[in-house]
């Protein structure tokens, strides 16, 4: 961790000081590759999506007002970039195929935990992926989300129930 | 399973967790010593807690060269070699109490100011009134 609030490093960055910027990178990518993650629900999108947040937080950081929102602000940024990457990819497979609607074939191997996350629902996924990303902190992703401490535990709770029992019936099924 | 087995795998999640009260964790604790099926179920959440926990360090190991990456793309420098030049007098000023600090010290300068000037015209009018 650095030892520059966001708030300076967002002044610094708004003046063109990359190094500034970079550091902001440094203290925010984690999360934002979380929150990315949790969205897409798989890796290669979510590390591609957390780098052209980063970029475009780059080119927009002068809109930001207040330095001491830019978690926030660049989590929001990265959420729509991953939205706006999921309905292209629908609106394309709705063009190239009609068999877009055919769920995936269970894996052979068993169930699998990459797999059960990505079926979770969104709103279930990013709380979940920043709690285990953000050292178990609900109240951390209270603050970044924008949602109440016991709305996190809810989530997180919920979560936990799905994703058991997507793993349980890979379990049941392949006995 | 009954109403109590539901609630309490209700909140087997908030139990690892760590969310709930103490009365609310011993109460949990004493239904998991007399339950089997919420021990079970118990045990298949911290199984799973460790697996994610296995699947985000995998993830995190590769941290530090993604970030790196980010860092090369936005032609950053090797932010651990150099710290930034960010300490202007607006950026210092931003500092909520770096503000508090520099008003603290006007209200101090103004009233020295007034103390002072205020000394200087007593002792001026003294003089006029009483001579030397």
Not at chain 1, 20 to 32: D, F, T
Not at chain 1, 86 to 97: H, M, N, W, Y
Not at chain 2, 7 to 21: E, Y
Not at chain 2, 87 to 110: D, E, M, Q, T
Request: proline letters at 2%; glycine letters at 6%.
């Amino acid at each position: 961790m650095n030892e520059f609030s966001d708030e300076i490093l967002v002044a610094a960055a708004q003046r063109g000081d990359k190094k500034a910027y970079s550091l902001l990178v440094k203290g925010h990518y984690r999360y934002v590759f979380a929150a990315c993650m949790g969205v897409v629900g798989n890796v290669h999108d979510a590390e591609d999506m957390a780098q052209d947040a980063m970029l475009k937080g780059l080119v927009k950081i002068k809109e930001l007002r207040s330095g001491e929102q830019f978690g926030e602000w660049i989590i929001r940024i990265a959420k729509n970039l991953c939205v706006d990457l999921i309905r292209r990819r629908k609106t394309a497979r709705a063009l190239l195929t009609r068999e877009a609607s055919v769920p995936p074939a269970p894996s052979a191997a068993g169930p699998d935990l990459e797999e059960a996350i990505g079926r979770l629902p969104q709103e279930y996924r990013v709380p979940l992926m920043m709690y285990y990303f953000d050292n178990k902190s609900a109240k951390t992703i209270a603050e970044k989300l924008k949602i109440s401490h016991s709305g996190v535990c809810q989530r997180i709770r919920a979560a936990r129930r799905q994703l058991h029992r997507f793993l349980s019936e890979g379990v049941h099924d392949g006995q | 399973m009954d109403s109590d087995c539901e609630k309490t795998r209700d909140r087997i999640a908030d139990f690892l967790t760590g969310t709930l009260s103490d009365a609310e964790a011993e109460a949990m604790e004493q239904h998991l010593g007399v339950c089997a099926g919420c021990r079970m179920y118990e045990r298949a959440l911290r199984q799973e807690d460790r697996l994610l926990d296995e699947l985000v360090a995998t993830f995190s190991a590769e941290m530090t060269r993604r970030e790196d990456e980010v860092i090369n793309v936005i032609g950053g420098v090797d932010v651990r070699a150099a710290a930034p030049t960010v300490w202007s007098a607006g950026a210092w000023l931003k500092n909520l109490l770096a503000r508090h600090a520099a008003a603290a010290a006007v209200i101090v300068v103004v009233g020295l100011y007034f103390v002072i000037t205020f000394s200087w015209v007593s002792e001026i009018t003294a003089v006029i009134r009483y001579g030397l």
